[in-house]
């Protein structure tokens, strides 16, 4: 007999499936991936991929990290001035001796590229550090949204202000700028795979264009004395005392802080490099070096560019093609190469400048994809549909959108918000290697991070203060990411929420040992462990249940370690405590790891097995608040609505008795 309204389709007939349910099913695609263990594009690689050489894997980062040459320079002037060289000279001694060993450390304690946000989850347990690392992905998201629009924005730029570009795109800074965000979403969409190699040829094109630049300028620059002695008669005039000019160099430091992107980037693509025959995913040390090797590189790489880059466009340019609307404006090393090599190689220089750019929106749009399902749908705290990677690129995509109409495609209003992300998450990286310091009792390296977490914390203040925009979209994502994680645990609190179970031989034994057909579990809080209290409870079962011989039950407890957890991994034990039987599992709530139990039991055994509760005291929303927030509460009908849920066959669900 069956339920089916219509006869079942010949098994050598193929369905054409509707549209609607092929959409869906496109659209959904990778979904039944067990939460929190899908990996974006730049995550960890399949089984079956090769690793890279750790130079190969910084082409990778340098998307994020190298593109920012097309705009940093010209930003550095808009904001310092004569004062940009200094400034620059400071940003690069907080990258090598603040930054850089930072994220080192992060390489080292966290290898499998979860990054400094999972060193923190570690350090922060329960639901504060959950709350935390909500806050945190809503930063890295600002981060990573900004990177988007504003690279799409500046590569805008770039094509609108080159000599050949049609006249109708003059002007269209906008339009040009979501036609490229659209683009990315569709690549996306489509189905992106990494490509490392597309990656390391953009970014050598780039560098070798940028060094022939930056050489040429500064050529001459040294050619023509009177260009650097103008630009230094400037500087002494404006700030005659070298401690004022150390000082305003500080000050400005916050505005420059683009020049940091790419070291949370570095340590996400760790995956992907290729360790030593030895390695192990316990200790990748070959791993681990070759990202050592790929951040001090690109480090000192990128340090080089900053400061020639700085020092050429700042002598070189006049200052009003720094301001909106000049032709320097968020293009200053294009500007050079147009001037100083001709239209040709400047023609070419803006080609490579576009392409690493939008690339560029291409890495962190994977950063996303990598980051979103590493935790929500590990804490409960993501719709179902947020474990698909094209949900999530067309969400994206809208917020890219909505970013773009609101500042207008503009670089420099972008930029604060821009460093506001790309500093809260280096702040978060020194405060971790920090507190990570400090548990292993290593007191020069605490003292050492300590006060490159106070550093950072001062920048990200100083520069939350003067454009509070970064604050204002972090805060929006914040909000966001928390209602809809709250949200969605509520909706999924009565999943069953083990990623495995396993009994052990005691636990096997006890239930083997079962005379009758029919296994009876007491549910006992293991708060209370006394011979007394489990006479009592065991009294109360047969009393108001026929359990038939009492000796026959076991008892069943569950200890809550962390509340705040949504999946985990269930071992249970078999113990004895003054002659009772008792199976012991430690979850995150109660009700649900009952269930769970419940479930791998009646698999195991193939009887069906009864659990006996006692009503819980107390107002029922009290309990059930309790249940959300502590994993405890209204235990019984929560219990008995899980199994409803999760074993749909009434005949083959555990009976659930209540007195």
């Known amino acids: ?46 089984a079956e991929h090769a690793p890279h050489s750790w130079w190969r894997v910084m082409c990778l980062t340098g998307l994020d990290y190298f593109s920012t ?19 620059t000279i400071v940003l690069v001694a907080v990258t090598l001796f603040g930054a850089l060993p930072v994220y080192k450390r992060v390489a080292r304690e966290s290898p ?40 799409a924005a500046d590569a805008s730029a770039h094509l609108i202000e080159n000599p050949f570009a049609p006249s109708f795109l003059h002007g269209q800074n906008v339009i040009i700028t979501l036609v490229l965000v659209a683009a990315l979403a569709a690549v996306f969409l489509r189905g992106f795979k990494e490509a490392i190699g597309i990656a390391v040829v953009l970014v050598v094109i780039f560098l070798a264009l940028n060094l022939v630049v930056v050489a040429v300028a500064l050529v001459k ?68 070096a070759g990202a050592h090797k790929l951040l001090t590189t690109a480090a000192v790489i990128m340090s080089a560019f900053l400061i020639t880059s700085s020092l050429a466009t700042t002598i070189l340019i006049p200052a009003a093609e720094f301001q909106p609307g000049g032709s320097a404006n968020g293009r200053a090393l294009a500007y050079l190469a147009h001037q100083l090599l001709g239209q040709g190689f400047g023609t070419a220089y803006d080609i490579s400048t576009i392409a690493i750019l939008w690339f560029a929106g291409a890495s962190a749009m994977a950063g996303l994809l990598n980051l979103v399902p590493r935790y929500l749908p590990r804490f409960g705290m993501a719709p179902e549909w947020a474990g698909a990677v094209r949900p999530l690129v067309l969400v994206f995509s809208v917020i890219a959108v909505v970013i773009t109409l609101v500042f207008n495609a503009s670089v420099d209003a972008q930029g604060g918000a821009y460093a506001t992300g790309v500093l809260v998450l280096i702040t978060s990286a020194a405060i971790a290697v920090t507190l990570s310091a400090r548990r292993k009792k290593q007191r020069g390296a605490t003292i050492g991070f300590g006060i490159v977490s106070v550093a950072f914390i001062y920048t990200t203040v100083a520069n939350s203060i003067e454009r509070p925009d970064g604050l204002k979209i972090a805060a929006l994502f914040i909000v966001g990411i928390v209602g809809v994680s709250l949200l969605s645990r509520i909706r999924r609190a009565f999943e069953l929420r083990a990623t495995y179970i396993r009994m052990d031989e005691a636990a096997m034994r006890f239930v083997a040992a079962v005379d009758d057909d029919t296994i009876r579990f007491i549910s006992h809080d293991p708060k209370t462990r006394d011979a007394a209290a489990y006479r009592r409870k065991l009294s109360h079962a047969a009393t108001v249940n026929e359990i038939g011989d009492p000796r026959d039950a076991l008892f069943l407890e569950v200890i ?28 995150s709530t109660v009700p649900n790891t009952v269930a769970a139990v ?12 009864h659990i006996y509760f006692r009503w819980n005291e107390g107002n029922p929303i009290t309990n059930l608040l309790k249940f959300l927030f502590f994993g405890e509460g209204e235990i019984a009908p929560v219990t008995r609505e899980v199994l409803r849920e999760a074993e749909p066959d009434l005949t083959q669900r555990p009976w659930v008795h209540v007195g």
């Open 560 to 587: 809550v370690d962390d509340s705040s957890d949504f999946e985990t991994a269930l071992e249970i034990r078999g113990i004895e405590v003054e002659g009772f039987r008792i199976l012991e599992v430690h979850g």
């Open 221 to 288: 620059a040294l050619a023509s004395p009177i260009l650097t002695t103008d630009w230094w008669t400037a500087l002494t005039t404006q700030h005659g005392n070298p401690i004022m000019i150390i000082a305003i160099a500080l000050l400005v430091f916050p505005r420059l802080a683009l020049g940091l992107s790419g070291f949370e980037t570095g340590v996400a693509v760790m995956p992907q490099i290729k360790g030593r025959p030895g390695d192990t995913e316990q200790n990748p040390v070959g791993r681990i």
């Open 69 to 87: 040459l097309g705009y940093q320079p010209a930003i550095a002037a808009l904001a310092a001035g004569v004062l940009a060289p200094l400034a």
């Open 112 to 151: 499998h590229g979860a990054g400094s946000i999972s060193m923190l989850e570690r350090l922060l347990p329960r639901w504060w550090g959950k709350l935390f690392v909500l806050a945190l992905l809503g930063f890295a998201a600002t981060d990573f949204m900004i990177t988007i629009t504003l690279s």
């Open 598 to 609: 419940l479930l791998h039991v009646r698999d195991v055994t193939g009887i069906i097995p």
């Open 1 to 46: 007999m069956t339920s089916l309204s219509h006869p079942p389709a010949d098994p050598g007939t193929p369905v054409r499936p509707t549209r609607r349910k092929a959409f869906r099913d496109w659209l959904m695609e990778g979904l039944p991936e067990s939460s929190g263990k899908r990996q974006g594009p730049h995550g960890k690689p399949d």
